[in-house]
């Protein structure tokens, strides 16, 4: 069974910092992994889509890496703004990409 | 530009009603599914479906029950509530040949 973790559960940096949040998942037969931005009391926000054919994905401030021999995922914030704070979740997709296990997320505050 | 709309946002139920969660997406999306988010736990699949008419389980499928008669709707459905089901539920769907998953705002569920 597929199992997903996040480290750090939660991370409070000054504005400007550059920061890495991890994502470990146990089988690396996957499809695909995703990085989603969950805001409080809100739904998920797509940020980055890895296939498992690919190395790495960028978007603006944020790169993800995805490396499924060792079963991980990095997500790199560049010069961090307090509006990225947010929940950052990582869900690694299945067979086909149907279904995706979740880890249970990193919680970030930005400071002023 | 709706993508995936959620309703009711809030609900509170009293231990053994009945009620449907409901979801629709207006991007002809053929896979949909249901997530519960509970504290520390990430998200879990309850049940998906791959098309109209084809619905199948999750991980966490007891006490809630599908069923997918058009493209556009996803419903799920509480037969006999329990203090267990309060949850934040989320309805996601995907397009054919896409592996990216959009997610609606949620509902939040209180059953006392």
């Known amino acids: 069974k597929q199992e997903v973790t996040q480290i750090p559960a939660a991370l409070s940096v000054p504005e400007g910092e550059n920061l890495v949040l991890n994502c470990s998942f146990t089988?690396?037969?996957?499809?695909?992994l995703q990085w989603f931005r969950q805001d409080p009391g809100k739904g998920l926000t797509s940020l980055l889509l890895?296939?498992?054919?690919?190395r790495e994905q960028t978007s603006g401030r944020l790169n993800a890496s995805l490396d499924k021999s060792s079963g991980r995922s990095t997500l790199y914030i560049a010069a961090s703004q307090p509006g990225d704070s947010a929940t950052y979740l990582c869900?690694?997709?299945?067979?086909?990409?149907?279904?995706?296990?979740f880890g249970p997320g990193t919680r970030l505050s930005v400071l002023p | 530009n709706a993508g995936v709309t959620q309703t009711p946002k809030f609900q509170v139920l009293k231990t053994g009603q009945s009620m449907t969660l409901q979801c629709a997406q207006d991007?002809?999306?053929?896979?949909m599914s249901w997530y519960r988010q509970d504290p520390g736990m990430g998200l879990r699949l309850i049940h998906y479906s791959v098309g109209a008419g084809i619905t199948d389980q999750g991980e966490v499928p007891n006490g809630y029950n599908v069923s997918r008669s058009t493209t556009e709707d996803f419903p799920l459905r509480l037969l006999s509530a329990a203090p267990s089901q309060t949850s934040v539920y989320f309805c996601?769907?995907?397009?054919?040949?896409?592996?990216?998953?959009?997610f609606g705002q949620g509902t939040r569920l209180t059953v006392v």
């Open positions: 089988d690396s037969a996957i499809y695909n």
């Open positions: 991007m002809n999306h053929e896979y």
């Open positions: 890895i296939q498992s054919s690919q």
């Open positions: 869900a690694v997709g299945n067979l086909y990409g149907q279904n995706f296990v």
């Open positions: 996601a769907s995907r397009a054919p040949g896409s592996t990216e998953a959009f």
